[in-house]
């Protein structure tokens, strides 16, 4: 019979397969135990039998006689017939059914695959389930896949993890379950446990307290991300007097900066209060005395920031950002920028404060030391995005440094046959799982 160009019914797109039925029973399980009783057994097996010596016909009188004794298998057999001897889709389809219904985990499979081929994807998941409890690896795979895209199902990457985890450790292939350190809800736990003890600084230089208020709005923002912040004012270094002409306000609650402290730092914000469209002098001796960590290295990588305070408006931030980039980039940090798109800046009638470079409060002479409320907003943003920034760049190393962990491992296990490549299915178990310890802390990679 011709192969049809289209399939009849419902939308189900035709197998695109030529295979034989040999073919297609290769992968059948001949040890499975859905048949109802030995005569059944005996007459799907003199069926196989013709179906070798490629005397279809025949092959089909056995199957047909064992599906009358509600043989699964025969029914396996007579769907495989009509889809690749004589091709009949509604018989071919009939017979899947009735085969995955009375248990035939490789029929479930199919019909798993006819529901999802024809966007039923309810139905899908209720086939592909039914296989995957009964130990189908490819049932296991494709219900990772479902809820790991959210294909028809609600996006749920701990069931996606567990399903890739089942048809992992099922493998045969005792790698996985062999490497503790990518159990996935391990690999969550110490994924979690690093981003949780990632560690920002603030670091200010303030005499009126006008950039100390905008500090304290920048911290809860990264608060709010989860990670840790420690907050550290530059030492001044005027005289009394000058200190006190200047309305100086002691913050003795807020430690002094060292070089050595910033070592610890996953990432630096600094306070810059704007003194002739540059940053105070104080700030830039700390700066200039960094220049001892230049060999080590140890700035390099780090992210970093600026928030900035002045008396006019269109006075000295960006004179004041310029020059202060070259510190920083001299020691290879990356700067990060208030992002527009999320302060809400460009889009706004009035005028607001700050920049492309970062939030900035405006001195006011009635309120001197209060910023708008839009500012603090803007603060707090900006320390939101600081802290997205720094754990994006820090779950990705993780998650690289995992990948690369389990390449290691698999060149020193020689597993013969295996060419020290991660395969497809562990980097799925990394990725769920990573990917669901991020969502544990509401971190967004849309951003
Ligand atoms: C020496 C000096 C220079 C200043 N230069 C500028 C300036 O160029 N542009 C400006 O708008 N404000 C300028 N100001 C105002 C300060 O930027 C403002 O007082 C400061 O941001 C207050 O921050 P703080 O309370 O955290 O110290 C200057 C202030 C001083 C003391």
């Not at 990432?267 to 540059?278: K, N």
């Amino acid at each position: 019979m011709q192969k049809p160009n289209a399939y009849d019914t419902i939308t189900i797109k035709p197998h695109e397969d030529t295979n034989s039925i040999l073919q297609l029973l290769e992968n059948v399980d001949i040890n499975d135990l859905t048949y109802q009783d030995e005569e059944s057994q005996d007459l799907v097996e003199l069926g196989d039998e013709f179906s070798f010596k490629k005397e279809y016909q025949q092959a089909k009188f056995w199957w047909e006689k064992a599906a009358g004794k509600g043989s699964a298998r025969a029914y396996l057999r007579l769907a495989y017939y009509y889809r690749s001897v004589e091709w009949d889709y509604n018989k071919s389809v009939e017979n899947f059914k009735v085969a995955a219904k009375a248990g035939n985990v490789k029929a479930q499979c199919h019909v798993g695959d006819l529901c999802y081929a024809s966007s039923n994807y309810k139905m899908a998941v209720e086939w592909f389930e039914r296989a995957a409890e009964a130990g189908s690896r490819y049932a296991q795979q494709k219900l990772g896949d479902i809820y790991y895209k959210g294909i028809g199902v609600e996006k749920d990457l701990k069931v996606a993890a567990e399903w890739y985890y089942k048809h992992a450790s099922k493998q045969g292939d005792k790698r996985i379950r062999r490497s503790n350190s990518i159990r996935s809800d391990q690999v969550i736990y110490k994924a979690s446990k690093k981003i949780t003890s990632l560690l920002i600084y603030i670091i200010f230089y303030s005499l009126s307290d006008q950039i100390y208020t905008l500090a304290k709005e920048v911290r809860q923002g990264l608060e709010s991300q989860g990670v840790k912040v420690k907050m550290f004012q530059i030492p001044d270094t005027f005289s009394k007097n000058i200190s006190s002409h200047m309305n100086a306000r002691s913050k003795k609650d807020i430690p002094l900066v060292t070089v050595n402290d910033l070592k610890l730092a996953d990432g630096i914000i600094w306070g810059v209060p704007i003194r002739f469209g540059s940053m105070p002098v104080q700030i830039k001796a700390f700066l200039d005395d960094t220049s001892r960590l230049w060999k080590s290295k140890s700035l390099a990588g780090k992210f970093t920031g600026m928030f900035f305070s002045n008396t006019n408006q269109h006075d000295g931030q960006e004179t004041t950002a310029f020059t202060a980039l070259a510190n920083f980039y001299r020691h290879g940090m990356l700067y990060v920028p208030l992002i527009l798109a999320d302060s809400g800046l460009h889009d706004k009638l009035e005028a607001l404060s700050g920049s492309i470079y970062g939030p900035r409060t405006i001195e006011n002479d009635q309120n001197a030391h209060e910023p708008t409320r839009e500012e603090l907003k803007i603060a707090r943003q900006h320390g939101e995005t600081f802290a997205k920034v720094v754990k994006t760049y820090h779950w990705g190393a993780y998650y690289e440094k995992e990948i690369s962990s389990l390449g290691a491992q698999e060149n020193n296990s020689k597993v013969s046959g295996h060419n020290g490549r991660i395969s497809d299915t562990e980097r799925k178990v990394l990725l769920s799982a990573l990917e669901l310890g991020s969502s544990n802390f509401s971190f967004n990679f849309n951003m």
